[in-house]
């Protein structure tokens, strides 16, 4: 399970039931199970929402078929399969954007993230494997880092249609970091071609907005979940129109070696599962850029994560929760004037 609970989007409808009339319309969400999470769109209109619904029911499924690592079916999984091999496979356009944005990512994080860390991933008892009792052997963490190498991802045409094939065996692209945001964004501009508005589009705590929740609101307002308290909110924050919300952690999906937690996030560096951090949320003006650098901000740390978001993403904003006693919420200048509600110190 992924970033959906991370966020909780809250239905100013409880607002109402309180007592209070001044947004008198009630936001409907609608719901569904796919990509391995939850995806949710919300309305004050229910029509609009079923309409976005149908709309994003078609559009995850296509990233599914092609992108997901879990699908043995998927262009994704038949490219890892053919590792090695010199056999290219005919991907989409979407396959060649979410693979540019990956490996643009992976070259301005020096390889923090990095879309081939599937072997390691597997090595650490992730992506369907078993978590193995001790960590594993710096020898076989070398082994599977050097499959991680983005110069043997070969891009190119047949016609018009491009050809992706990696050039090692053993080697495998994971999306899991950026597709979810990808897809997401796919919706939201589907959405506005038909002419919707008004509307929240969430893929497992990948959120997009489009308008306000109510008139009025000037945007939709979410919850940043407490990562020490899965039941509560450390902090809401308002979304404006066309903007992206992502967040990632270390609690919704790990593995446990010897008592110790191991977040389902690596460090393309090192190949270690990242420590000492428990949550990070960005902001930014598209989900895949929302998704991406909230996997890359929490594999960097604060540091760096600042001189990366003043370098190239001047546009986003962003905040960390360490994995330290008592909670507290770091947060860039931006992001601070944004957040609301805060339930711990913050700076
Ligand atoms: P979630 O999957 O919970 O939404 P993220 O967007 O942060 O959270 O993505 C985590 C996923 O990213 C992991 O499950 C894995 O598939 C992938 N991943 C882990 N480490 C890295 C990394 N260093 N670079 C790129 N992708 C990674
Ligand atoms: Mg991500």
Redesign the pocket.
């Known amino acids: 399970?992924?970033?959906h609970s991370?966020f909780i989007i809250y239905l100013l409808a409880a607002f109402f039931i309180a007592g209070c009339s001044r947004y008198p319309q009630q936001i409907k969400r609608l719901q569904w199970c796919t990509m391995g999470?939850i995806a949710a769109v919300q309305s004050t209109d229910l029509a609009s929402a079923q309409k976005l619904r149908t709309t994003a029911i078609d559009s995850f499924g296509k990233v599914e078929d092609e992108l997901s690592?879990w699908n043995p079916e998927s262009d994704l999984s038949t490219i890892n399969n053919r590792a090695g091999s010199n056999t290219p496979t005919p991907v989409s356009a979407a396959f060649t954007n979410i693979l540019k944005i990956?490996t643009d990512?992976?070259s301005l994080s020096d390889g923090?993230?990095?879309?081939l860390?599937?072997p390691?991933?597997n090595a650490w008892g992730?992506?369907g494997t078993t978590a193995p009792a001790a960590p594993p052997a710096d020898a076989d963490l070398s082994k599977a880092l050097m499959l991680a190498n983005t110069a043997e991802i070969r891009v190119t045409t047949s016609g018009n249609t491009p050809l992706v094939s990696l050039g090692l065996p053993g080697m495998q692209l994971?999306?899991?970091?950026?597709a979810?945001?990808y897809a997401v964004d796919i919706v939201w501009q589907k959405a506005t071609k038909q002419g919707l508005s008004n509307l929240l589009i969430d893929l497992?705590?990948?959120l997009r907005a489009m308008g306000e929740a109510q008139p009025g609101r000037g945007g939709w307002l979410t919850g940043i979940k407490n990562p020490f308290n899965k039941n509560r909110l450390i902090a809401k924050v308002l979304l404006l129109d066309g903007e992206a919300i992502?967040?990632?952690?270390n609690y919704?999906?790990f593995v446990e070696i010897k008592g110790e937690r191991c977040a389902?996030?690596?460090?393309?560096r090192t190949a270690k599962p990242?420590k000492g951090m428990a949550g990070v949320t960005v902001i930014a003006p598209d989900a895949a850029t929302a998704?991406?650098l909230?996997?890359?901000l929490?594999?960097t740390g604060v540091e760096k994560g600042e001189m990366l978001l003043e370098k190239h993403f001047t546009n986003s904003l962003a905040l960390w929760i360490p994995d330290r006693q008592p909670a507290e919420i770091i947060a860039t200048d931006r992001m601070k004037q944004r957040l609301q509600k805060i339930s711990v110190p913050y700076r």
């Open positions: 399970m992924t970033k991370l999470t690592a990956s990512f992976a923090a993230f990095n879309p860390i599937g390691v991933l992730f992506n994971d999306f899991g970091a950026v979810k945001g497992g705590g990948n992502s967040t990632s952690g919704e999906r389902h996030i690596i460090d393309g990242v998704d991406a909230s996997t890359t929490f594999i």
